[in-house]
């Protein structure tokens, strides 16, 4: 059981009622408007309050106030704008204005306890904690580069992240056309642009973002190059400007990049050309962690462990977690996944590696409904595993205290109910 109070329109809050006294919870305030619910809070003292995204109910003040007390706060949107005032704000539990109380209840009942994010004074309002930047590698011959980078980004979401994919493939994107959005106006090359003129800032970032809408795992895209040509658009200095922007603006960043590592200045004799593969060794360079993905098959393996030394020689090992996609029997023969670890062990001496299983039906209905395996396939074993990978490298760990303490009220939830 939680203790609930209501800052809503009257409709809102009549519909959503019924359904919370219903699931057991307690409801200590209704119809509050923000001066009120922020000068009762001590008085009430809610766990969850549940709040218009519009600017008069949703402001800093208000986040400041609950953050303090340790209240969470969740808001319902009825509009985008509405939506990305409460994302300027710091907010990560955004609900639409039409959600059913079945679609609020995980959270209302415990679900991943994260905190918003107030902006920081001492740091000119950026985040004190800036975003993680993930990098998605691999080698040449489609070994799943995109899959992982979209399905990671949408486990981070669904854990309660706020998360920006960015295509920066300079060889062409296909980030786009896997979520179907629409991909005329390259995202990313336009960040790029903005950030090496001075003028990407987090409004912008806004307005250039594609969202990728899913019930509790949704996330921003920035959409890559349309077509091969344009790789000049994405300079290095440019490439690592944007990135650093978008570190203020999300929790983590997920970016696909091209293939190739090698060094274009070799090949010419202008040094001061533009370099193809720039924006690859520009994102290796700012990513906190290298996901380096690899086909399993025998000329997969062996493209990842030459792409693996080479990459290493530009990134730090320890910042690099290697993933062997579509292991299966039919292409290693009896005990695929132990053959290609001991292929990993003994060539490349590593001895963590993570095994993505095969499974193409799970994959062509997400490319069939242009969705995350998330959203389309969500008992697949290949989400199963990416989700796994995703929580235990990329999340923090949530201490047994309050793990225990959520199980608690996620149960006494669901024996109230029944």
Not at 81 to 96: K, M, N, S, W, Y
Not at 146 to 164: F, I, K, P, S, Y
Not at 383 to 392: I, S
């Amino acid at each position: 059981m939680s203790r609930l109070a209501f800052a809503l329109d009257p409709a809102t809050e009549d519909r959503l009622l019924p359904d919370a006294v219903e699931h057991g919870h307690l409801v200590v305030g209704r119809a509050l408007d923000r001066v009120d619910l922020i000068a009762a809070l001590d008085a009430i003292r809610p766990e969850v309050v549940l709040v218009s995204a519009g600017r008069a109910a949703l402001t800093s003040a208000l986040l400041e106030a609950c953050d303090v007390r340790g209240v969470r706060i969740v808001a319902l949107a009825a509009n985008d704008a509405e939506r990305a005032q409460a994302r300027a704000l710091g907010l990560h539990e955004v609900f639409e204005l039409s959600a059913t109380w079945r679609e609020l209840e995980a959270i209302v009942s415990g679900g991943v306890p994260v905190p918003a994010r107030m902006p920081d004074p001492a740091t000119g309002g950026a985040r004190a904690n800036a975003a993680s930047v993930i990098a998605v590698w691999g080698p040449a011959g489609a070994p799943g580069r995109t899959t992982v980078a979209v399905n990671l980004a949408a486990e981070l979401a669904d854990a309660g992240h706020r998360v920006a994919l960015v295509d920066a493939d300079p060889y062409g994107g296909a980030v786009a056309p896997s979520l179907g959005l629409l991909d005329e106006a390259p995202g990313f090359a336009s960040a790029c642009r903005l950030a090496g003129s001075g003028a990407l800032d987090h409004g912008e970032l806004e307005r250039i973002a594609q969202r990728y809408s899913s019930a509790r795992a949704s996330f921003e895209v920035f959409t890559g190059l349309v077509g091969p040509s344009r790789w000049p658009e994405l300079a290095r200095d440019r490439v690592t400007s944007a990135l650093g922007a978008m570190r203020d603006w999300a929790e983590y960043i997920v970016v696909d990049t091209g293939f190739s590592l090698e060094h274009d200045e070799e090949l010419t004799s202008d040094q001061f050309a533009p370099r193809r593969n720039a924006a690859t060794f520009a994102t290796l360079a700012l990513a906190d962690e290298v996901v380096a993905v690899g086909l399993a098959d025998p000329v997969g393996l062996s493209r990842l462990l030459r792409g693996h030394a080479e990459l290493v020689e530009h990134v730090d090992p320890a910042r690099v977690r290697v993933v062997v996609n579509r292991v299966r029997t039919s292409a290693l023969g009896i005990d695929a996944y132990g053959q290609v670890r001991q292929t990993m062990r003994r060539f490349a001496g590593l001895s963590e590696v993570v095994l993505l299983p095969h499974d193409g039906r799970a994959v062509d209905a997400a490319i069939l409904t242009a969705r995350t395996l998330r959203d389309a396939a969500p008992k697949s074993p290949l989400r199963t595993a990416l989700r796994g990978f995703a929580h235990d490298a990329f999340l923090p760990v949530v201490p047994v205290e309050r793990r225990r303490r959520f199980a608690a009220l996620r149960a006494e939830a669901g024996f109230a109910a029944g």
